[in-house]
């Protein structure tokens, strides 16, 4: 095998193994009974932006849940995220406190007592 193919062959099992990593933290940070997670949708709003990739993460990690969340989302709404003084997103609004990054259900659940 020469030096360039084997740069590939390294690559593409890297590439490999990030996606299986990311697949296995999106699982491991779901989950949530029915009612956990209309608790922690009914006690958050969840501040992201298009194109942010952390958003998207987190947004998987809520999975098929999404829409029972209050999303405020800062390329669409700008205004609220000024009014709310958003830096980064995505940003949780829990109890008035502002939890910066994406967060596992669990983590979620601790936040809002749920």
């Known amino acids: 095998m020469d030096s360039k193919s084997l740069k590939t062959y ?3 099992i890297a590439v490999v193994i ?3 990593l990311v697949i296995y933290l999106i699982r491991e940070n779901g989950g949530g009974t029915e009612e ?3 608790c922690i949708a009914e006690s958050s709003l969840l501040v992201v932006k298009e194109g ?3 958003c998207a993460y987190q947004k998987n ?6 829409d029972k969340f209050k999303i405020i989302d800062c390329a669409y709404e700008p205004q609220k995220c000024v009014e ?3 830096e ?3 940003t949780w609004i829990i109890n008035g406190e502002k939890y910066e990054g994406a967060r596992s259900i669990e983590e ?3 936040l809002t007592g749920c």
């Open 108 to 110: 979620l659940k601790n």
């Open 10 to 12: 390294f690559v593409i």
């Open 84 to 86: 709310l003084e958003i």
């Open 88 to 90: 980064h997103v995505p």
């Open 52 to 54: 942010c990739s952390a």
């Open 36 to 38: 956990e997670i209309q």
């Open 61 to 66: 990690i809520i999975g098929e849940n999404l």
């Open 18 to 20: 990030i996606i299986i």
